[in-house]
């Protein structure tokens, strides 16, 4: 059995690296180190790796990183502060707050307060807003490494109906913004399903291109894919598996063995997005810090 081709972030994100290590040592010879800045408040396991994995390729691309680790029981107002604070920072030319904050803390009161010029999130209403206006500041990490995978991989979008099953914030509403604008690896048409929506299926079948941000493991089966289908998968779910060592195990929201007989591509999980959002996340570094140089 042939099977669907693999779109994998691994090989996507290296090459977007290398052209990154050109544009670093670019702009270090011109005195400039690219900056990011973490904020991690408490100490949620997964955060905590995400955070550790940010200033480790920093370290590994010879950017600057600074990572801060502040207490569970941290204020709002000392939050707002440490905001300020980078915000007024000139070696810090990207930064973000990792999320989910504490309850007590106003994650939205948060963000308005990230100078626009270094929300390298893409999460602060203005730079959502540029970019729905197809004039983007940024564009947020992980619908941008979906792109990249999508261009790299030399799939053709313009005219294409692509479908999002999804839509949050981060994934869902961003990328059917991005697909439909104007230009490279989008001019596509598109349509944004979700857990309300009558009939998933019979919308689902639709796609040409098929991406799904819907955090239920394995819920897009063989059946709700059209026959040659582009299928790309952001879901990360952790599932009970007692024949892993950890008793867990990381699964998309494609149910990813009988998709792969119908789909003429699919992106695995993991090994597809997942290294497709630290990626973008440094490249949206990189651009700040060259705008930042050239306005210095
Ligand atoms: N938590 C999970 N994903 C993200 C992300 O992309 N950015 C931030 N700031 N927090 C997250």
Redesign the pocket.
């Known amino acids: 059995m042939t099977g669907a081709r693999l779109i994998l972030g691994k090989d996507v994100s290296d090459s977007i690296y290398s052209e990154l290590a050109i544009r670093i040592e670019a702009l270090r010879g011109r005195g400039t180190v690219p900056g990011l800045a973490?904020v991690l408040v408490g100490n949620d396991p997964?955060?905590e790796v995400?955070v550790r994995m940010k200033g480790r390729k920093c370290e590994e691309l010879g950017m600057h990183s600074v990572t801060t680790v502040l207490p569970e029981d941290t204020t709002q107002e000392k939050l707002l502060e440490k905001v300020g604070e980078l915000n007024g920072d000139s070696s810090v030319h990207g930064f973000?707050?990792?999320?989910?904050l504490p309850s007590h803390i106003d994650e939205k009161t948060v963000i308005n307060a990230i100078d626009p010029r270094k929300d390298v999130?893409c999460?602060h209403p203005l730079n959502v807003g540029k970019m729905l206006i197809g004039e983007p500041e940024f564009l947020?990490?992980?619908p941008a490494g979906v792109q990249q995978m999508l261009i790299r991989s030399g799939i053709e979008t313009e005219g294409k109906h692509v479908v999002v099953v999804g839509r949050s914030n981060?994934v869902g509403k961003p990328i059917a913004a991005m697909m439909m604008q104007k230009g490279d690896g989008a001019d596509s048409t598109v349509t944004v399903a979700h857990s309300r929506t009558e009939d998933l299926p019979s919308v689902t079948r639709q796609a040409d291109i098929l991406i799904v941000a819907m955090g239920r493991p394995n819920f897009i089966t063989a059946d709700m894919v059209k026959e040659g289908a582009v299928v790309i998968d952001v879901g990360t779910n952790r599932i009970d598996d007692p024949n892993s060592p950890k008793g867990q195990r990381l699964v998309g929201d494609v149910d990813f063995e009988s998709v792969r007989n119908k789909a003429s591509a699919v992106s695995p999980v993991p090994g597809g997005v997942g290294p497709m959002?630290i990626c973008m996340?440094m490249a949206n570094t990189v651009a700040a810090a060259e705008r930042a140089a050239v306005s210095r």
């Open positions: 973490v997964a955060s995400y973000l707050i990792q999320l989910p999130d999460f947020p990490a992980t981060i959002t996340l």
